[in-house]
């Protein structure tokens, strides 16, 4: 729709959907806190925990005397998936567990293309100052290689999402960006704010 002040022309909301979400699981409190929140308010259809087995090199004069690789790997993957149903069966919801080795951000960037997911949660890892750092660095690396949107879950409410911000630039994104705020009116009756910054200087 061109707009006779000049302005970027308005792009109709697309439509999204959740039917399906990826949620990183390292076993902090955080991101239990993450999935619990997702599989409540946010997810109507299956959440698929996905957890990354990354596993440091051993020094070489100790590669001789520890078991291989692949070994270490296949034990840390069932103690992983053990845990994964574990908590599954403690939440009410439709999970799917899923463990592989990698770094965390390509393994939950794989796992999400793979399923199909709609959707990434990410929850805040640890606390303190060594925790943003962590938020920082996992939240950024995950956004870098992710094949859908990304939610970092921060101090989530014991609701569904009440109001949201939709930031608008005028940019091919803007279309996204309402459609998602549309779906969460639709299906939370969450308010929707949009807003544009001007830079006047």
Do not use: N
């Amino acid at each position: 729709v061109p707009d006779l002040a000049g302005r970027p022309p308005f792009r109709y909301p697309v439509y999204m959907r959740i039917d399906r979400v990826v949620v990183g699981m390292d076993f902090s409190e955080s991101a239990a806190s993450a999935a619990r929140w997702t599989a409540r308010y946010l997810a109507p259809g299956e959440v698929v925990l996905a957890h990354a087995v990354d596993l440091p090199q051993p020094p070489a004069f100790l590669r001789r005397v520890l078991p291989s690789g692949e070994e270490v790997a296949a034990l840390a993957i069932a103690e992983a998936d053990r845990r994964l149903h574990e908590f599954a069966g403690s939440v009410e919801g439709q999970f799917v567990c899923e463990s592989r080795t990698g770094t965390a951000p390509q393994v939950i960037a794989d796992i999400a293309k793979g399923r199909e997911a709609d959707l990434i949660v990410v929850g805040e890892h640890g606390s303190g100052r060594r925790g943003r750092s962590l938020l920082g660095t996992t939240a950024e690396r995950v956004l870098a290689c992710a094949p859908v949107p990304v939610l970092i879950a921060r101090e989530m409410p014991h609701a569904a999402p009440a109001a949201v911000l939709t930031p608008l630039d005028g940019s091919p994104t803007d279309g996204r960006v309402l459609g998602w705020g549309r779906l969460l009116h639709e299906r939370y009756g969450t308010r929707v704010v949009a807003c544009h910054a001007v830079d006047v200087m």
